[in-house]
Structures are given as structure tokens and as C-alpha cells.
């Protein structure tokens, strides 16, 4: 992951027949690292946390400080960075974990000045900021009410939740508070990475492959893919599920996927591996969207329209934590045709997100 501070600008991207609207890009209000500090400093934090946040809250080089400095700007810094990159709207989500690594209370209380502070931005710069429902998974009841609150009052849309919550995840039947009221209030939920949860980080950690370079991604898809064997789109059939980097490589297993749940199922190995409606590709092709977040490579972005469809993935930079402008002038360049280069730019977006078309 390149950030900017580590690659000078040799061009800029031109104008194109499309806007550039990039969907999962990161925040973090000043406020929150003082509490993440503050966690840190306490008993036992957990260590995924304690890899990520710790790491990028106290190193010196030049790549977290880039970073830190760029998560609690929203405004000129941030606009400026859009400028430089051909950005012509981000899609603006509280960065990971974000409050889930609070207690349940704070955490809902925290969430709501979150959204209050992201929603004054996007009021202040309507044209260029959209944001997502900050939430606390720990307290589903409460969640629901804010993400009616998010999306009917302040005008965000989508959802983020940041992966598992104390190393617990949405399959559990106890938060699907959440999905009806994502899907009573037409908003799509982003499910972000989050590193490894405490009893699963420790192969990762030894090598240093708990972040974005692998423990990211297979946490992320273990958790998409347990809502699809769970049912979660059997019960909730409306509901749109947004995954980044590719899918967490979801698109790429979807032959073996549809295989080894039929198999399993028929096995009757696990009582929580039960029969459903259709097949696990069928659901990411009907319920997911995918964005290249992290993944400026033509190949992955057009087998992926090909698997689940071009209305199905669109674009995503990673801001701040990979800012490069180049790959932006490489994305323009993708051997697609106009049509679908727009759907991937722009049109997904506006659909997913249900924002007003510029």
C-alpha cells in the first residue's frame, strides 16, 4: 500500500465522461484516537489492536504519520488529495475498528457524535463528501435505532461495521437487528476489514501478516461468508452487503464455494452448515457488491464483473491508507468499454449508495 507522502505526483488523471467516486475511504475523529490511546494504555488490550492502531498511533516514519494526519481532516487537506487524484466524491466511513473496540455503551455513544461530526462535513461539501452510519454491533437494539437515525435524520447512507466486534460476528442470530434495519431503510452495509480477533491472530502475528497484506482479507471473508451460510439473505432477501479489496478474494473461490457447501451439506457434518435457498454465488452476485479498494489491478476488476456482473463492482481508493495517483490514471486506461468503465466509476456508486445522480 503506497501512500501519498511516499509517491510524488508525476501526472494527474484527465477529465473522463464519468465521476470518480471513491467508496470506501477512511476517517477518524480527533476525539477517537484519544480514547483508542486510552485503550492502549489499559489491561490486556487486544492484540490485533494493539498490532494496528498501536503501531500507526505511535511510529515516526513517514507512512503512519502521513496517515494519522490525513484521517481526522475533513476538509482542505482531504479535498486537495481529491483534486490531485481525480476524485470527484469519496464515500467517507469511520476508519477500523473504530468504536467496536470500546464497551457496548461508550461505544453507542461515541457512534452517534461520530455520525453527527461526519454528517456536518458532508453538509459542509455535499458535492464532494457522502457518508456511512457509524454503528456499535454490541449493542444491535441501539444500533438499529441509529442507523434509522443516520440515514433518515443526518442524511448519510450505507453502513460501516469494521468486522467482528471482540471477536464476534453478525452470523449470530442476536445482531439481525441490524440487517432488518438496513434493509427497512434501503441502505447497504460495508464490511470492512478489521484485524484477526484474539483467538485467530497468532499464526498471522508471527510473521506479520496480520494487516492488509493477508490476516485483513481472510478475516473479512470469513466473516461475509458466514452470513451466507448462516442465512442471513434468506431472512433478509433485500439486503445489500458491500465488501472491499476485491471481495476478500470471496469471487475468486465462488466455483469451490457452491461445490463445498452442497457437499458439506449433504454430509450433514455441522449443524450449523444447513441447507439454503440457493448457492453461495448466487448470493454474491444478488446481495454483495464488490469494490477493487486496495486493488489497482485490471485483471482482478474484470474477472470479478465477469463472476457477479458489471452492475456489481465499482470503485474504491483506500484513502488514506493507499493514496497513489497513478493507479487512478491505470484504472482510466482499463481495456472496458465506456459503458461499463462508468458503471464501475460512477453509476454502481449512485445505485448502491442511493445518491442523487450530478
Same mark, same amino acid.
Given at each position: 500500500m503506497i501512500?501519498?507522502?511516499?509517491?510524488?505526483?508525476?501526472a494527474r488523471p484527465q477529465p473522463a465522461g464519468y465521476l470518480r467516486i471513491a467508496t470506501e475511504e477512511a476517517w477518524a475523529p480527533a476525539e477517537m484516537l484519544k480514547i483508542w490511546k486510552e485503550i492502549l494504555a489499559g489491561p490486556d488490550p487486544d492484540p490485533g489492536f494493539v498490532s494496528?492502531?498501536?503501531f500507526y498511533m505511535s511510529s515516526q516514519s513517514a507512512r503512519p504519520r502521513h496517515i494519522m494526519s490525513c484521517l481526522t481532516d475533513l476538509g482542505a487537506q482531504r479535498l486537495a488529495h481529491m483534486d490531485e487524484?481525480?476524485?470527484?466524491?469519496?464515500?467517507i466511513a469511520l476508519t477500523s475498528p473504530g468504536v467496536q473496540v470500546m464497551a457496548a455503551a461508550s461505544a453507542t455513544a461515541f457512534a452517534k457524535t461520530c455520525n453527527d461530526e461526519l454528517a456536518d462535513a458532508v453538509?459542509?461539501?455535499?458535492?464532494?463528501?457522502?457518508?456511512m452510519v457509524a454503528i456499535a454491533p454490541h449493542a444491535p437494539a441501539q444500533a438499529a435505532q441509529e442507523i434509522e437515525r443516520g440515514v433518515r435524520r443526518l442524511g448519510l447512507t450505507g453502513v460501516i461495521v469494521n468486522s467482528h466486534t471482540d471477536g464476534e460476528y453478525l452470523s449470530d442470530q442476536k445482531f439481525?437487528?441490524?440487517? /432488518?434495519?438496513?434493509? $427497512?431503510?434501503?441502505?447497504?452495509?460495508?464490511?470492512?476489514?478489521n484485524t484477526p480477533p484474539r483467538n485467530m491472530i497468532g499464526p498471522f502475528l508471527e510473521c506479520g501478516l496480520d494487516g492488509a497484506i493477508y490476516g485483513f482479507g481472510v478475516e473479512t471473508g470469513l466473516h461475509a461468508l458466514r452470513l451466507i451460510t448462516a442465512g442471513v439473505f434468506d431472512r433478509f432477501p433485500k439486503l445489500q452487503v458491500i465488501v472491499g479489496h476485491m471481495g476478500e478474494a470471496l469471487p475468486f473461490w465462488a466455483y469451490r464455494l457452491d461445490y463445498m457447501h452442497a457437499a458439506t451439506v449433504r454430509s450433514q457434518r455441522y449443524a450449523s452448515m444447513q441447507p439454503l435457498q440457493r448457492k453461495p454465488s448466487e448470493y454474491l452476485r444478488d446481495n454483495f457488491y464488490i469494490t477493487n479498494s486496495g486493488? /489497482?489491478?485490471?485483471? $482482478?476488476?474484470?474477472?470479478?464483473q465477469q463472476t457477479l456482473g458489471v452492475d456489481r463492482v465499482m470503485y474504491a481508493m483506500d484513502y488514506p491508507y493507499q493514496h497513489a495517483v497513478d493507479e487512478v490514471i491505470a484504472l482510466d486506461a482499463m481495456a472496458m468499454s465506456p459503458a461499463d468503465k462508468k458503471k464501475f466509476f460512477q453509476t454502481n456508486a449512485e445505485e448502491a449508495f442511493r445518491l442523487q445522480p450530478q
Open positions: 501512500s501519498q507522502s511516499d509517491n510524488p505526483i508525476t494496528l492502531i498501536g487524484a481525480g476524485i470527484d466524491r469519496q464515500i453538509r459542509a461539501h455535499p458535492t464532494r463528501f457522502s457518508g439481525w437487528d441490524i440487517f /432488518a434495519a438496513a434493509e $427497512a431503510n434501503d441502505t447497504p452495509i460495508y464490511l470492512h476489514p486493488v /489497482a489491478w485490471e485483471p $482482478a476488476i474484470r474477472f470479478t
